[in-house]
């Protein structure tokens, strides 16, 4: 899709997309900010344009304005279709808004660190960092503490999170350019969509970045009710 050919898209959609807003945030807004990130990003120029409209549509419906300098939410393309993304702050806020946790962080280990998960303990993992050269950033993993006073952790080994890499991201620009920050929040999500699989969670609808079939369809089911 060429650069401009986005807002023409959008144009007699625009309605829907008003329907779809909550309360306070404004639709043109949402497709201004959009149309601003068409003109400086090649890639997203290029996806389809019914994607990019439901990543608006996603946003509007969640009250949110793209943001691509605090954590998200950012409009980033997948490929030939456009998503809704959060970075780590950016979830890990949405999640602590729920009231389940007392505390949640993703980070990294080294290959000289001493790091060790264990699950019959709380916290069930033990990490400390070496004093010494830290060598080789060996994983990456994440943490919650719920109020209840339990504790969820996830690790993956570098081999795991280039799999995950090559087999959903393709290995993107953002991989390249941010790998242990996209390794962070590839834990912190695998983490977080063990704890919230409600369809309606806040934080579940943030996690997903899929695409329906029955896109069009689904818009207007939604707006019907």
Known sequence: MSRGKLQAYFSPRMGKLSKAAAFGVDPQKIAQEIFVLEMHNAQLAQCSPKSVFFAAWKLAKQGLVPNHSAGGPYVVPRGKSAVVDWGVAGLTSIAMRTGRYKRIWASVYHENDTFEIRRHEQPPFHHVETNDEPGETSGAYAYSELTDGSGQIVRMRKSEIDQHRELFAGGGDAWKTSYWAMARKTVLKKLLRSLHC???????????????DDLDSIIVEEQAI
């Open 198 to 212: 409600e369809q309606h969670d806040p934080v579940n609808e943030a996690i997903r970045v899929d695409i329906p």
